[in-house]
């Protein structure tokens, strides 16, 4: 089993419309945990961590379910600006990625 | 702040040959983290350092890849010889604390290697 595995999509929706995928980690010792963007031929940059209560910011919704060992990100009111891949990263004493989830927003 | 620096930003090579990746990581930053990512592919954690000893290197292929953090700042990567599957994107981030509880890691703009 992968330490981090990803719904691989890809979502294509259209603008305004929400959107949500989910991450799973295999080590329940997992400790912290993040959403990434990644733009295409670009380096991946922070979107926003995960706490354990879950956080919000802006359309942006993290979720986190330690018992089900998954993290899931909503996006709501799509903006073509949304187009991206989103990895996954799981944190034990290592930082571990997911292979993407490709959400491509349509006008 | 400044952010990871990597160099050389593209890099070709022939099979069989060598090759050095170079990154200098945020400062004050005690971990450091090499990744490989392949087109269509998530990074990979090729090695991940803390301050300047070795966290974890299982991914890496010993055979040929090698990286060292001198004095805990730089890091070189380097692979010797190189083979046509290495043909990758190379990313280097450092975040400020590492360990169970490590805060978000941040990326340079990695080192597009292509073998031939």
């Known amino acids: 089993r992968k330490e981090v595995e990803q719904d691989p999509g890809p979502f294509n929706v259209p603008e305004g419309a929400t959107v949500a995928f989910n991450c799973t980690y295999s080590?329940?010792?997992?400790?912290?945990f993040f959403w990434y963007r990644q733009d295409c031929r670009k380096e991946p940059k922070l979107l926003m961590s995960v706490y354990s209560s879950g956080n919000e910011d802006g359309r942006f919704t993290a979720q986190l379910n330690r018992a089900s060992q998954y993290i899931s990100l909503l996006i709501r009111d799509s903006k073509l600006s949304d187009s991206a891949t989103y990895l996954c990263?799981?944190?034990?004493?290592?930082?571990?990625f997911g292979a993407g989830t490709t959400v491509t927003v349509r006008a | 702040e400044a952010g990871v620096a990597q160099s050389p930003r593209y890099k070709i090579i022939e099979k069989r040959q060598s090759v050095a990746f170079w990154c200098n990581p945020i400062s004050g930053h005690a971990t450091l983290y090499w990744y490989q990512q392949i087109l269509g592919q998530g990074p990979k954690l090729l090695i991940q350092f803390q301050n300047n000893g070795v966290v974890d290197d299982s991914q890496l292929p010993k055979d040929r890849f090698s990286a060292e953090r001198l004095k805990g700042v730089d890091s070189t990567l380097k692979i010797q010889p190189a083979k046509l599957e290495d043909s990758a994107v190379y990313l280097c981030?450092?975040?400020?604390?590492?360990?169970?509880?490590?805060?978000?890691?941040?990326f340079g703009q990695g080192t597009r290697l292509t073998v031939v």
């Open positions: 080590n329940s010792a997992s400790q912290s």
């Open positions: 990263a799981v944190n034990d004493y290592k930082l571990s």
């Open positions: 981030a450092s975040s400020p604390q590492g360990g169970a509880t490590a805060t978000e890691a941040f």
